[in-house]
């Protein structure tokens, strides 16, 4: 059933696009030879710590570090008053409407456990931890704001002395609601809550920093962005010029290494010390304060006609962002544009809150916004469904957009939109359903849908750059400072030079992420890499193989058009004999005086931000549609879900290389699954409870069945060789098909996540107890 | 006030055999065999996710058997063999395992995948016919955040099934 590696996925009109190309970068790591972040050494290199807050909320009266300071082997012990410039200025829109200074180390106010107060640097791991346990703080606990929903109560503690709790409110405004709801046959209002989840990627931050003999303070760390080298170099006062972040590998990132994580500290620890420092967090440390993914509390009405049809949809939605803003107001923005899925809605009203809290901070992590509101808006057309007497399926296909109709915001889809297809052929590949396993357990299906944007807000006038250069034996070298998470950011960029100059892959060498070395290409993240640094490659291999074609013609004696780079070599098409090496080309090119070498860069599409009053203009690039399907048992008597079946199918344009799209929806959907089914991070009073990885559940092989990706090329999409993104889509739809499936197999539907068996037991005790089944 | 590095005990030597070469190391009693393996001999490619014997990652053989790394302290290996993943193939030429791993896009960002195949190539010699639920069983122990699993069950058993061909040959 399985298809073999081997296997042709669909016949492609290229020779190294569309084939599961073995990428480099994986024979390396199962060989155990990829250095990651916490696997570099320098000579003379120390340890670097950071002594964090005990409290969620307190006022710091003393902090006391002499002690600390004396001890054996202990190079250096910083405070606030150490740091050179100890703010990080964050546009928390994008819109240069705010700015917000949010601390490296706090001095006198701590507004979440974990937050870093003081930085150590000592010879080893045990003098650093004396250090750590030599230094004192006083504090006195002061009371704090622990959820969301009492953040904006009158009379809430403030988490910020000089404003007010809400960070950010998004609007929506499309159509005129009051009318849409009079027009209805049927509406349903539901309030649906998702949970704070951590990205457990399996590497936990870490990064060396060293200062080189021309003052440039080098760190090389687990990041997803080197673009963070500006923000450094502004903490310890030095140009830009001054700083070079170097991304190694990553051991998974998820949105988690978006925001910065060691960087500041080990560069101050370097910076201060002028000697290489490592900084490797613990598991418990990075459960404990990283930022996390945002609980959002979603209000829906949703209205429709008798024959199916949305008219009108209402939803408010509250997320939590901890203390500081980080990415929440784009996180919250995602979930705006997204919020009423990927239906035809004429009217639409949309509030998207987040307010500062003192919890631990919530940013980035896959799915950005638009993921969670998947479970709400999909869930409301299951109810939808129920009262009208409609297939989930039917409902859906009523209501799914078109290419060329517009989203809420008023933007056009400019792509294709292949929902249908996608849905059909998601739920189809669920094949048989299964035999519930015993007297007490029931099976169920459900599947859903999802929108989720690739790219960066058109605002932001996002750019990638590339450079690729031949050398004089005929081998290809990229420069493009992208990052790569394990997604095969790096591995993509070889087949595509590959296919556009006619070099084997194993003849590609590929430099990344090096923010003084390689070209900047923006981070990872925002389902842009592909998209982005892919299309930057795919122009500069384009504009170097049109500087180069001249020279190869003239050496065949052929016409320009005739020519063709392909397996080391030029040729002249349909005369095969007729070829030179492509080291030939390039010592007539040095002959001539013509570059071997070239620099481009992509510009995505940019647009004036959103009119902030109603949401309406254009906001991303483009989107990518999904579909999963899936079964599950059910266990009547313990409330246990097992998820017997899992089918994700997304339409990605085209899959550059097959096996690492099918990677991607994979371990998307498990990511998803592990949110529908068991993570959580629990908090009580801004205590984190779920500080080991023996608390913080996430998926093992034994939770989750085999994923079958099937994989839909449209043939149309924004990146290269019309691509979409893939990275962050398919997270979202487990969430509410997980539900809907449960529905299906017991007649229970939660709104809340996790769907914990306690959740789930209680609500057929409920059911039981209530009587009749089916009023949902 | 007495601190931890003024109370540290003395170092020990500690000798054992890595990847089937003879080492010999000053640790401290305290030390873990991970601490010792990627600090000291500078085996980094035994990796830490957790450092509570959850996550798997830090996975390496002792004398054949899959055990945490975290787990165990340096002291306790004296004597005995440990094989990290460099210990699977031979210079240059990968094991069947790692070769299926490559073929079949088992790794993604890569961090679990040492100890991911220690844990696999332990099991296979044990169960050379596995079913995919035995599979699954078996590398429960060890975490991945990227994969979902499902490839690197493809991997494992395609290794499998690859020991059964009389011809050796392998994808």
Known sequence: ???????????????????PLPRFDVADKVQGTTLYAADWRLPGMLVGRIFRAVYPSARIRRITVEEARTLPGVAAVLTAHDVPTNVIHEDPTGLGLTSFATPVLTAERVRYQGEPIAL?????????????????????????????????????????????????????????????????????????????????????????????????VNIRAATQVIEHFREIAQILHLPHNKVRVIAPFVGGGFGGKEDM?????????????????????????????????????????????QDGRLVAQEIAILADAGPYPLLSPRVLFAALVAGSGPYRVPHVKIDARAVFTNNVPTSAMRGFGAMQVTFAYESQMD??????????????????????????????????????????????????????????????????????????TV???????????????????????????????????????????????DRITVHIGDSSLTPLAGGTFA?????????????????????????????????????????????????????????????ECARRSVPTAHLAGFQSAHAAPVDLETGQGKTFPDYTFGCHAVEVEVDTETGGVTLLKHVACHDVGRALNPQSVEGQIQGGAVMGAGQALMEHVALDAGVNLTTLF?????????????????????????????ARGIGEPPTGPPLPAVASAIRDAVGVRLEELPLTPERLYEALEAARQEKPEGAA | METAAAAAPEPVRLSFVLNGHPVEAWVAPYETLLAV????????????????????????????????????????????????????????????????FVAHEAAQCGFCTPGMLLVAHAFLRDHPHPTRDEIRAAIAGNLCRCTGYTRIIDAIEASAGMREDPSGSTV
């Not at chain 1, 059933?1 to 084939?19: D, Q, V």
């Not at chain 1, 420092?277 to 429709?304: C, D, G, I, N």
């Not at chain 1, 007497?389 to 989203?407: Q, V």
């Not at chain 1, 056009?412 to 048989?432: C, M, N, Q, W, Y």
Request: positive net charge.
């Open chain 1, 459 to 505: 605002w932001f006038r996002d750019r990638a750059q590339a450079w690729i250069g031949f050398e004089v034996d005929g081998s290809l070298v990229i420069r493009s400072g992208v990052t790569d998470l394990g997604g095969g950011q790096a591995a993509s960029l070889v087949q595509i030079a590959a296919e556009i100059l006619g070099v084997r892959p």
């Open chain 1, 120 to 216: 150590v640097a000592a010879e080893s791991e045990t003098q650093a931890q004396a250090a750590l346990e030599a230094i004192k703080v006083e504090y006195e606990p002061l009371a704090g704001v622990f959820d969301a929903d009492s953040a904006l109560e009158p009379g809430a503690p403030r988490v910020h002395e000089d404003r007010n709790n809400l960070l950010i409110h998004w609007k929506l405004r499309q159509g005129d609601v009051k009318d849409g709801f009079g027009r209805a046959d049927v509406i349903v209002e539901r309030t649906y809550r998702t949970q704070r989840v951590d990205h457990a990627y399996l590497e936990p931050e870490a990064g060396v920093a060293w200062v080189d003999g021309d003052g440039v």
């Open chain 1, 527 to 587: 389902t842009r890499q592909l998209y982005m640094s892919g299309n930057a490659v795919l122009r500069t291999a384009r504009e170097l193989r049109a500087i180069m074609i001249p020279v190869a013609a003239a050496l065949l004696e052929a016409a320009e058009a005739d020519v063709q780079f392909a397996d080391n070599h030029a040729s002249v098409i349909g005369s095969p004999e007729r070829r030179l090496a492509l080291a030939r080309i390039v010592a």
């Open chain 1, 1 to 19: 059933m399985r298809k073999s590696p081997g296997e042709a996925f669909r016949p492609s009109p290229y020779r190294i696009i569309g084939t």
């Open chain 1, 383 to 456: 109810l939808l469904a129920e009262r009208l007497g409609l297939s989930a399926l039917e409902i859906r296909s009523r209501n799914f957009l078109r290419k060329g109709d517009r989203l809420p915001t008023g933007e056009a889809l400019e792509t294709s939109v292949a929902l249908p297809s996608i849905t059909s052929r998601a739920v189809e590949a669920l094949g048989e359903r299964s035999r519930p396993s015993g007297p007490s357990a029931r099976v169920g299906r459900g599947f859903a849908c999802n929108i989720q944007p690739y790219g960066r």
């Open chain 2, 37 to 100: 393996l990627r600090d000291t001999l500078g085996a980094t490619e035994a990796k830490c996710g957790c450092g509570e014997g959850v996550c798997g990652t830090c996975t390496v053989l002792l004398d054949g058997a899959p055990i945490n790394a975290c787990l165990i302290l340096g002291v306790q290996v004296r004597g005995r063999a440990v094989t990290t993943v460099k210990g699977l193939g031979t210079e240059g030429t990968l094991h069947p395992l790692q070769r299926a």
């Open chain 1, 694 to 722: 023996a608390s913080y559940l996430i998926p093992t092989a034994m939770d989750v069945p085999d994923v079958r990706a099937v994989v839909l090329e449209s043939g149309e999409g924004k990146g290269p060789f019309n």
């Open chain 1, 261 to 305: 994580t060691v960087e500041p500290y080990v560069a101050l620890l370097a910076w201060k010390t002028k000697r290489p420092v490592r900084m490797v967090w613990s598991r418990q440390e990075s459960l404990l304060a990283r930022p996390k993914r945002h609980p959002f509390t979603m209000r829906y009405k949703t209205a429709a006609t």
